[in-house]
Structure formats: structure tokens, C-alpha cells
């Protein structure tokens, strides 16, 4: 069983910046992709990024591209997702996620954090 922890939310305004950190405990299988989902108020769960366990390659929702970067430590088994200039619609409670191939889609991913919220105010 693996378990993943969130960290880093918080309440800004837009334009600030946040960084999320999520480490990765229990049994890992090497070489395991890590991504971020997001589910803001009302709305359905939605991709955010991802990154191979290598961390040569990394996707990004079309949303967040050129804002969020996605990074990880392996030697921490932590993921990263560097947040630059927030707008209120990236307002949501944010997941980690773990699995063994880098997707986009969360049914993919066998593991999930408990979830951090993420509170941009205009």
C-alpha cells in the first residue's frame, strides 16, 4: 500500500505564487509516474500535470501550461507543483497522485492523496 500526503495550500491572491509537495510512503514499485489532479467547487476531478519517474518528461493541462511546473525528488519520493501567478479559477482542492505510466486520465492512478485546497481571491 502506498500513501501519499499533500502539503502546501493555502489562501492567496491572484497573481501570487504557491508550491504544493506531496511524499510518497509505504510500498512504491520503481519507476511509478506521480501527477496532480484538481476538482474545483462544483466541478468535476480534472488533470493537471504529470511527470515520469525519471522526470525527463513532464504534461501539463492547457490551463495551468506556462504556470505550474511539475518536479520530483526521488531520493525524498516527494512531487512538486510550482504555482506562478494564480487566477481564481485555479481555485480547488488539489490531489496527488501516484501510478505506473505517466496519463492524463485519473482512473489511471491506483493511488491518491487526501487532497489540499488551493484558494485564489481576486
Known amino acids: 500500500q502506498v500513501q501519499l500526503v499533500e502539503s502546501g495550500g493555502g489562501l492567496v491572491e491572484a497573481g501570487a505564487s504557491l508550491r504544493l509537495s506531496c511524499t510518497a510512503s509505504?510500498?512504491?514499485?520503481?519507476?511509478?509516474?506521480m501527477a496532480w489532479f484538481r476538482q474545483p467547487p462544483g466541478k468535476e476531478r480534472e488533470f493537471v500535470a504529470v511527470?515520469?519517474?525519471?522526470?525527463?518528461?513532464?504534461s501539463y493541462a492547457d490551463a495551468v501550461k506556462g504556470r505550474f511546473t511539475i518536479s520530483r525528488d526521488n531520493a525524498k519520493n516527494t512531487v512538486y507543483l510550482q504555482m506562478n501567478s494564480l487566477k481564481p479559477e485555479d481555485t480547488a482542492a488539489y490531489y496527488c497522485?501516484?501510478?505506473?505510466?505517466?496519463?492524463?486520465?485519473?482512473?489511471?492512478?491506483?493511488?491518491w492523496g487526501h487532497g489540499t485546497q488551493v484558494t485564489v481571491s481576486s
Open positions: 497522485v501516484a501510478g505506473a505510466a505517466p496519463l492524463q486520465t485519473q482512473h489511471d492512478y491506483p493511488y
Open positions: 511527470i515520469t519517474y525519471g522526470g525527463l518528461s513532464a
Open positions: 509505504g510500498r512504491i514499485d520503481v519507476g511509478y509516474a
